[in-house]
């Protein structure tokens, strides 16, 4: 049969579907088409990489100095420049390429990684040394982040998202899983002693995994090759401005608007302390050490792992709407976190990791396509930019307040706080905000004409 009598295939079906064969499942699809497989590729190895340093770097500070004030600047190193330039680098990303700019925060990363495997390796790391270079990766990611979650729509047909986001997100919390116990085995395998005593190889080699991840996936990325963006009708308006405009859009949508204030309280009550409890939680118990951290945050992927699979085997389970069901979610979270600090025994901190992970994760895939659905494209990268403020710019800033608090608490008191705050949170969302009524599917605001 020619070309010209076949018959049309819609977009986002299988590229092989013929008139009168059954449709291919959405799997099938997103597998058979080479620009997504380089993505995911990309996007999977350096995610695994990532968890190398999310263990290597709390837990050098932690072995040089001991000190949680310490431990707590090198996160608002990291947060900081996320937290002031994210907004900016989602309005970079709106005028020019995703791809190009995720390409050179790649090489950035991948140059600040491998000096900290050198200096690690050669024992010349420093506390001080430590936080330039988190500044650098700071600065790194936050053009990274809102790139990285704009390539989607750059490359699949809108009717593919929520399933390539089920699928993206999964393979991430399976190296939530499998990477954080690799590197807390590995970090206490080689050795994680301190700088100013000699090498610390297991560090070193740590950072230098994270640094080749990123150096390979910036080879899969120059593999892509993105759809058309839309031509623009108007020229664009200064960076700022589009920042500007982006924040009034989002503020003007009801429901977007309550969900991303809510989650700011979360971030900053909830999520921060827990990150710089964790590894001060492990370093206080005898005999656990970089391994049981890793175990620790290995169970939490483990179990995010297990929630979007339940989310993607019963994609419309709920209690009521989205938004109660978030709220409800939380309520049990809250609950769950309360003890954390308080068990002795690594299987019970692991428990309750996994069972947090699991309802967390559950979540997950239906919030984040909800966003990508109800935004605009013209937006996307500054609507990314501002979730992702939210938990990778907020968090850190939080973690850094909680550290130099945890000079006068334990991580006993932080989790026990931290738990309650949720509990109080997520009801006090319920009966004063209309966020229990938020629902899916819910039409998108129109997006302004300047974009």
């Not at 020019?96 to 700019?101: A, F, L, M, N």
């Not at 995720?102 to 050669?122: F, G, I, N, P």
């Not at 396509?369 to 990314?384: H, T």
Request: hydrophobic residues 60%; contains cysteine.
């Amino acid at each position: 049969m020619s070309t010209t009598s076949s018959p049309a295939v819609p977009e986002g079906a299988a590229p092989s579907a013929k008139l009168g064969s059954p449709p291919a499942s959405p799997g099938r699809v997103l597998l058979a088409d080479p620009n997504f497989r380089w993505l995911m590729a990309g996007s999977w190895i350096t995610l695994l990489g990532d968890q190398f340093t999310l263990v290597a770097l709390p837990w050098a500070v932690m072995r040089l100095t001991g000190d949680t004030a310490v431990l707590g600047a090198v996160m608002a190193a990291i947060g900081l420049p996320r937290a002031l330039l994210i907004l900016l680098g989602g309005a970079v990303v709106d005028r020019h390429s995703p791809q190009r700019v995720l390409m050179w925060s790649k090489h950035a990363s991948t140059v600040l990684l491998a000096a900290l495997a050198v200096l690690a390796w050669q024992g010349a790391l420093t506390a001080p040394l430590i936080g330039v270079l988190a500044l650098g990766i700071g600065v790194a990611t936050a053009f990274g982040i809102p790139s990285a979650t704009a390539m989607l729509p750059q490359v699949l047909a809108p009717a593919l998202l929520q399933p390539a986001n089920g699928l993206m997100m999964a393979l991430r919390q399976l190296s939530f899983f499998v990477g954080p116990l690799l590197a807390g085995g590995l970090i206490a395998w080689l050795g994680d002693t301190p700088a100013h005593t000699g090498p610390a190889p297991g560090l070193a080699l740590a950072f230098a995994l994270d640094a080749a991840s990123f150096a390979l996936s910036a080879f899969t990325l120059s593999r892509v090759v993105c759809r058309p963006r839309p031509a623009a009708v108007l020229p664009h308006p200064p960076v700022w401005a589009a920042v500007g405009e982006g924040l009034r859009a989002f503020w003007a949508d009801a429901a977007l608007r309550c969900c991303l204030l809510y989650w700011a309280a979360v971030a900053v009550l909830i999520m921060g302390p827990a990150h710089v409890a964790m590894p001060v939680l492990a370093a206080s118990r005898p005999h656990w050490g970089a391994a049981a951290f890793g175990a620790l945050l290995g169970a939490h992927g483990l179990g995010a792992l297990l929630g979007m699979l339940l989310s993607g085997a019963r994609p419309r389970l709920r209690w009521g709407t989205l938004g109660r069901t978030i709220l409800l979610i939380d309520l049990v979270v809250g609950a769950l976190f309360m003890p954390l600090g308080h068990v002795a025994a690594l299987w019970q901190a692991q428990a309750l990791m996994l069972a947090i992970g699991v309802l967390g994760g559950y979540m997950q895939v239906a919030v984040f396509s909800w966003i990508q659905q109800r935004v605009p494209r013209a937006l996307l990268g500054r609507a990314m930019s501002v979730f992702m403020f939210i938990f990778m710019g907020l968090v850190p800033l939080a973690g850094a307040v909680t550290g130099a608090l945890m000079r006068l608490a334990t991580p006993a008191q932080v989790f026990t706080v931290g738990g309650g705050a949720l509990v109080v949170l997520a009801l006090g969302a319920w009966v004063a905000t209309p966020m229990r009524e938020v629902r899916d599917g819910a039409p998108p605001p129109a997006a302004p004409a300047a974009s």
